[in-house]
């Protein structure tokens, strides 16, 4: 069946540093993509989004590529800050739209 | 625009006890779930529905039941609560193809002794 798999934590970074959090699927056919963000005390809310092959997504400073070859979704930003401290998880939507799969989650912290 | 509005946002409940997590959304969305999230654990389905008097299970149904009336409201009912229902509830609701992805709201925080 479809699946996410995606790094484990914790992650650790210092102020400015460049993030990749490692996001890679299993589905048959073309599913969209998605990173959520979980900030403390909060729910998940959508990051970014791929919907095709080769479909970059962007929002906040934050990137990811639709890697059909690799069938990868990596996150990344250049320069993290203290307030990107939060969970991460990548998700996918079958082809179909019916189903929805999330990963187990990445926290990040980001210290000063 | 409200989006996903859950209440009540902390409730500790007493072994046995029965209670409704309340879920409203705003935006015309025909999907709406339930997810539970346990520290270890990720994200947990626990039902759905893909629209008004339609609702079906996820991943871990057993001890909650379900209805969906109306588009916007989608309540979630602990029977008997246990303690193995500690967690943070999440409602969720999507248009009806998921690949837009869902729209979350902020979650229930429950402890059951």
């Known amino acids: 069946g479809d699946s996410v798999t995606q790094m484990e934590g914790p992650v650790t970074l210092s102020e400015e540093a460049f993030l990749t959090i490692n996001c890679t699927y299993t589905?048959?056919?073309?599913?969209?993509l998605f990173w959520y963000v979980q900030y403390p005390g909060e729910g998940l809310q959508l990051l970014l989004k791929?919907?095709?092959?080769?479909d970059k997504g962007s929002n906040k400073g934050f990137e990811a590529t639709y890697r059909k070859e690799t069938t990868s979704f990596h996150l990344e930003k250049g320069s993290v800050q203290v307030s990107d401290s939060a969970v991460y998880f990548c998700?996918?939507?079958?082809?179909?739209?019916?189903?929805?799969?999330f990963g187990t989650g990445t926290s990040l912290t980001v210290i000063p | 625009n409200a989006g996903v509005t859950q209440t009540p946002k902390f409730q500790v409940l007493k072994t046995g006890q029965s209670m409704t997590l309340q879920c409203a959304q705003d935006?015309?969305?025909?999907?709406m779930s339930w997810y539970r999230q346990d520290p270890g654990m990720g994200l947990r389905l626990i039902h759905y529905?893909?629209?008004?008097?339609?609702?079906d299970q996820g991943e871990v149904p057993n001890g909650y039941n379900v209805s969906r009336s109306t588009t916007e409201d989608f309540p979630l009912r602990l029977l008997s609560a246990a303690p193995s229902q500690t967690s943070v509830y999440f409602c969720?609701?999507?248009?009806?193809?998921?690949?837009?992805?869902?729209?979350f709201g902020s979650g229930t925080r429950l402890t059951v002794v």
């Open positions: 969720a609701s999507s248009p009806r193809l998921l690949a837009r992805g869902y729209t």
């Open positions: 589905a048959t056919g073309y599913p969209s």
């Open positions: 791929a919907t095709k092959a080769d």
């Open positions: 998700a996918l939507s079958d082809p179909t739209g019916n189903q929805f799969y």
């Open positions: 935006m015309n969305h025909e999907y």
């Open positions: 529905s893909v629209g008004a008097g339609i609702t």
